[in-house]
């Protein structure tokens, strides 16, 4: 599968699928067609892939079906510049298919109805790059780094002899209410920070406004810092000065709906692109799919190609020599590479890297040209 908003789309509006749909191609051709035409959407559709998909072909037989299929008028790559409402742009080239041929004339108008469509559920599973909000600590695990704490969680410091309790006076701790998490991030500020030492009762006292700073998206670390950044060398009423900071930094209340809903995003242009090179057409010109420089390319077979690829190899070990002597013939004698704007070898040698990259790429080599 190709990066999600990528691959392989559907043009839809069209027949069932039959027999002779692809009666009109050659058999490779029509083979390929078939096993394209039972992909899923958004599979990758370079040649490449398919050739390591496909059982029988090479990159080679597929790059040259790709392009015929493409000719004929049931494939066509598609760049669509998309704009999204947070600003943010790209192109994403998109490979229509159509079972049916189509004529250059339909495809440029499908072309032209791409633009200003409305692809905000096609762009929103993988383009989007919006972050996923923290998950809020869960209530009572020791993960929040809140150590537990009871409504009488401080020690007992006095001297007093103990006396045993009131069974009818004291609640039982079975049936004791566990701590919120606003409790204890209030609980937790005397460990941060000792002047921020909070009694019982301003613990519960502020835990509506902590809750609601939780409920807000912010987290016990969060609230813990708005409280202890910048405090004063003391403090006298730590409740109090603690509400007012609650209040004045509360956080904003989350939008839950945009949270949720998907960046709207638009197709504020579209190109046709070659099915061969990827060029589009700000810098070449498009002929049913193809751009002029690889419609001019001849179509080398597997055998052709393995052939060039050792002619070139040849050349690029052995023949520079022969090269050379043949240019000082020209020149009645030698002539030193001082007096070459490019050394005979270095050209023999980019000669043949540059088609040994070609023929890797499923490209015909280039001829040499002293």
Not at 8 to 35: C, M, Q, S
Not at 102 to 121: I, K, L, M, N
Not at 165 to 193: F, G, H, I, N
Request: aromatic residues 6%; proline residues 9%; negative net charge.
């Amino acid at each position: 599968m190709a990066n999600t908003g990528y691959g392989k789309r559907a043009t839809g509006d069209e027949d069932p699928h039959a027999d002779p749909d692809f009666a009109h191609l050659l058999p490779r051709d029509a083979e390929i067609a078939v096993f394209v035409d039972h992909l899923d959407n958004g599979h990758a559709m370079g040649h490449k892939v398919i050739a390591a998909e496909h059982p029988h072909y090479g990159q080679q037989a597929c790059r040259t079906s790709l392009k015929s299929l493409t000719e004929v008028g049931h494939l066509r790559w598609i760049k669509e510049h998309i704009t999204v409402e947070d600003n943010s742009m790209r192109w994403v080239t998109r490979t229509y298919w159509s079972r049916t041929p189509r004529s250059a004339r339909w495809w440029a108008e499908f072309a032209r109805e791409r633009h200003g469509r409305d692809v905000t559920h096609d762009y929103q599973p993988g383009l989007a790059r919006t972050e996923d909000p923290a998950p809020e600590p869960a209530s009572g695990s020791e993960s929040d780094g809140i150590p537990e704490a009871g409504p009488t969680s401080e020690p007992n410091t006095t001297s007093e002899p103990r006396t045993t309790p009131d069974p009818r006076t004291t609640p039982d701790p079975r049936t004791t209410p566990e701590p919120s998490a606003a409790y204890r991030a209030l609980v937790q500020l005397r460990a941060t920070d000792p002047r921020m030492s909070l009694s019982e009762a301003d613990c519960r006292a502020l835990e509506p406004l902590a809750a609601e700073w939780l409920t807000r998206g912010a987290t016990p670390a969060d609230m813990a810092r708005a409280l202890t950044d910048g405090l004063p060398p003391t403090i006298t009423n730590p409740g109090g000065f603690a509400r007012t900071r609650l209040e004045s930094k509360m956080p904003p209340k989350k939008d839950d709906a945009a949270g949720t809903r998907p960046l709207r995003a638009r197709v504020t242009r579209v190109l046709m692109a070659c099915a061969t090179c990827d060029a589009d057409e700000r810098t070449a010109k498009i002929i049913n799919g193809v751009c002029e420089e690889c419609r001019a390319e001849p179509d080398l077979s597997e055998e052709e190609i393995k052939k060039g690829f050792e002619d070139i190899a040849y050349l690029g070990t052995t023949t520079a020599r022969f090269l050379k002597q043949k240019l000082e013939r020209r020149t009645g004698g030698p002539v030193p590479d001082t007096f070459r704007s490019v050394p005979i070898e270095d050209r023999v040698h980019y000669h043949y890297r540059d088609n040994r990259d070609r023929i890797a790429n499923g490209l015909p080599p280039r001829r040499w040209n002293p």
